[in-house]
């Protein structure tokens, strides 16, 4: 049964940093990109950011490029979240996601999901 599993989440001063983790399990991703989303009350989920298991790509929203950077562990097939300088907007709840193939920045390439993590930037 696959799993994916974030934690990191929290209640954060704007300016702050908060590290998002991702425990992935079940099955083999090595051929499947790891994305972040977010979603905020009354919005669409919104894309993040995302990596490869295999190689090093990786993609950002334009929201958060230079401030936000996903990495992965492979050792312990986890995917982190590094949110630095974080601001009122980015407060969401971000999940975690898996996808085989396709379009990385669409929630819709995503086959896997977690449950959630709640982050909340106070102004």
């Known amino acids: 049964q696959v799993q994916l599993v974030e934690s990191g989440g929290g209640l954060v001063q704007a300016g702050g940093s908060l590290r998002l983790s991702c425990a992935a399990s079940?099955?083999?991703?090595?051929?499947?990109?790891m994305g972040w989303f977010r979603q905020a009350p009354g919005k669409e989920r919104e894309f993040v950011a995302a990596?490869?298991?295999?190689?090093?790509?990786?993609y950002y929203a334009d929201s958060v490029k230079g401030r936000f950077t996903i990495s992965k562990d492979n050792a312990k097939n986890t995917v982190i979240l590094q949110m630095n300088s974080l601001k009122p907007e980015d407060t969401a709840v971000y999940y975690c996601?898996?996808?085989?193939?396709?379009?990385?920045?669409?929630?819709?390439?995503?086959?896997?999901w977690g449950q959630g993590t709640q982050v909340t930037v106070s102004s």
């Open positions: 996601a898996a996808a085989p193939f396709g379009d990385w920045t669409a929630k819709n390439s995503y086959r896997y």
């Open positions: 079940g099955r083999t991703f090595s051929n499947y990109a």
């Open positions: 990596i490869r298991w295999s190689g090093i790509s990786t």
